[in-house]
């Protein structure tokens, strides 16, 4: 029997990284994203289709707040790097708006029509896009943070720079080697170099912000240990890093804490913005 990363096996590594497996439905979890999501694209004014690039993919919806001097919260999809939109992942635009922020949510080509290396490639241009504020939107561009899930925290830590004011970032992935031996490289066609190269956990960490690392308490063993790592290179590198679970939250659903106000998720993120 080949133990292939952590002593693990090519069937322990497909359980601890199957995310969908740890719910009893995952459709009713896609669905909370989606009714969350349109009732913020019907009861907010959303300036759409904000171009990053030349791609089609390359677009941002942006939710204003009613103050043009606002901080924005950058928000970055999951879905494994080949599913979802910036069209359900809007689900908290009404929270935060209502409380003083803007959100802007970012699309990019999905897996495998694009290559692990061109995803984070998009992503940092569509921060760097929204940090240079070249069509003069109505928030400060000195104000900017980032928030991903899953896939998406792993696009917002590969995007994390010195601008950046702080960060969230639920349920994600910082090392990917453990992903060449499961499925999610049938889409990613990751390899030991590719790997290392688009993992977090290998490159500098900007120290200046404060990074908020959080996780359902039913996921697996390995994408807890993945965030718990991720937290300790950040402290280690003296940066400020706050980690933590929760409770009765599952892989995809302790994102969509962030649109209730009663949440630890969301009043932790809305601190750090306040507080930057």
């Not at 803007?102 to 061109?118: N, W």
């Not at 060449?180 to 993992?199: D, G, I, K, Q, V």
Request: glycine share 4%.
């Amino acid at each position: 029997m080949q133990h292939l990363y952590r002593d693990m096996t090519v069937a322990q590594l497909e359980i601890q990284y199957n995310a969908r497996a740890t719910v009893p439905d995952f459709n009713a979890e896609m669905h909370a994203y989606r009714t969350l999501s349109d009732e913020a694209y019907s009861d907010l004014t959303v300036l759409k289709d904000i171009a990053y690039g030349p791609h089609e993919d390359e677009r941002i919806d942006l939710f204003p707040s009613p103050s043009a001097a606002s901080p924005v919260l950058i928000f970055i999809h999951g879905g494994y790097w080949r599913a979802l939109s910036r069209r359900e992942s809007a689900f908290m635009a009404n929270q935060f708006v209502s409380h003083g922020i803007a959100v802007a949510v970012v699309e990019y080509t999905l897996a495998p029509i694009a290559t692990l290396s061109q995803i984070v490639d998009q992503m940092r241009r569509a921060v760097e896009h929204l940090i240079e504020n070249p069509d003069n939107l109505p928030y400060d561009p000195n104000r900017i943070f980032l928030a991903g899930s899953s896939a998406g925290a792993h696009l917002a830590a590969m995007s994390l720079r010195s601008e950046i004011k702080g960060a969230l970032l639920a349920s994600g992935l910082y090392d990917l080697e453990p992903l060449r031996f499961c499925a999610p490289n049938e889409w990613l066609a990751l390899t030991e170099e590719t790997a290392r190269e688009n993992s977090p956990i290998h490159h500098p960490i900007p120290t200046d912000s404060p990074v908020i690392i959080t996780w359902g308490e039913t996921e697996t063993d390995e994408f807890k240990r993945q965030s718990r790592d991720y937290a300790d290179k950040i402290v280690k590198a003296d940066g400020s890093a706050k980690a933590f679970e929760v409770p009765n939250r599952n892989h995809f659903n302790v994102i969509t804490d962030l649109a209730d106000s009663r949440s630890r998720v969301f009043h932790e993120t809305l601190s750090m913005i306040r507080n930057a």
